[in-house]
């Protein structure tokens, strides 16, 4: 029986295919291609609100100090400030200034996680023979600026999580590295059942054996740490084995902060559960859209950032959570595309903070207005180095 598509349906299937075309056409076409194509969802993030029917369905970045070809004479010349009326305002030289920043009020505050046994009531199907031995957060806890949200701290060793008891997953992972860090050494079938999560709160390694492309991948870097999460992301495993400690030992200890993004509708906001559109196979555990990480060292690098005095300085990422690196060319050896594709995906805090619900710094006893320029200037100081 034949489907018959109204004019509507059968423009927009033609549309699809051409712009699909238009992306092979564009993509990976020169050995160091000096622009890279993507349809609007697929957007790096810190290009806001890529879902407004304004923006085109394909768009071409282009590197600096390099123009994209074009044909039409005339060029576009917009005065945003006489267009949309707007005037100038020496805010911070007025002795009472207008406005007066404050840190956001958290919606959803942690719960208490029940310890009910030493003896975890259930093995979930895991086993564990070592734990990590480190243990760091700086600045205080991330706070969750979603409503309705459930979610108690786990403090670890060598990191702490906020585990969410509706998702199963963690919120965020925060940890502090050294300028010695060390890789560790990958444990086989390293997982445990936690005794602080009921077994009925808790993802089970059955789940994600039987997902099919879906697989588990720890957010703290030493394999043996009990903290996984849903993941299928070359990049980030090798962020995690060799950028990481590359930065650590360039900025002489830094402060990580990471964890999952779920953004469906690719606005640059977090989605509400009722948005979020797909789950680990036969379970609630939902499929994150981008993983957060958000860096922090001193500007002093004689200063370990754990006793930095001096200003911080950040970078932060939000890497793309897809089955394929198709942006990337990736033919050649991870060490020549990753690091380019990490930071192709740069993004400030204050972008992470919007997709992620969540809100950093406030415990760092730091001037709000100095926090806010953290969050809101990326750190020119922070690049990548060889």
Partial sequence: KKKILSTQQFRSVLCVQYYVCVMCVLHCKQPEQQIKPYLKHHLPKRYHYASNRRIEDVSVLVNPRWLFERYHTHTHTLMLCRLAHVLMVLNHLLRMSVYSPSHPTEQSGPEQCPITSLEPTH??????????????????????LQSDAKYCVLHQ?????????????????????????????????????????????????????NAGNITHVFLFPPSECVCACVLNLLQLVYFQEVLLLKYTSQYNGINVVTGPVYDYNFDG?????????????GSS????????????????????VS?????????SFLLPHRSDNMESCAVSPESQWAEPLLWMHQSRVRDVEWISGLDFFQDSKRPIAELLRLKTRPTAAIHPKA
């Avoid at 555990?285 to 370990?304: G, M, R």
């Fill in 123 to 144: 093995t979930l199907g895991c086993s564990c023979t070592a734990l990590s031995e480190r243990r760091h957060m700086l600045f205080g806890r991330p706070r969750v």
């Fill in 157 to 209: 060793h060598g990191f702490i999580t906020a585990y969410s008891t509706l998702t199963h997953t963690p919120v965020w992972s925060s940890f502090t590295l050294d300028k010695t860090a060390e890789s560790s050494p990958v444990i086989s079938d390293c997982l445990r059942a936690d005794i602080r999560i009921p077994a009925n709160q808790s993802a089970t390694c059955e789940q994600f054996n």
């Fill in 269 to 281: 906001r977090f989605d509400s559960p009722e948005q979020i559109q797909e789950f680990v196979a």
């Fill in 285 to 304: 555990i939902p499929v994150p859209t981008h993983y957060f990480v958000v860096l922090t060292s001193c500007k002093n690098d004689t200063q370990t």
């Fill in 307 to 315: 006793e930095c005095s001096a200003e911080l300085q950040t970078v």
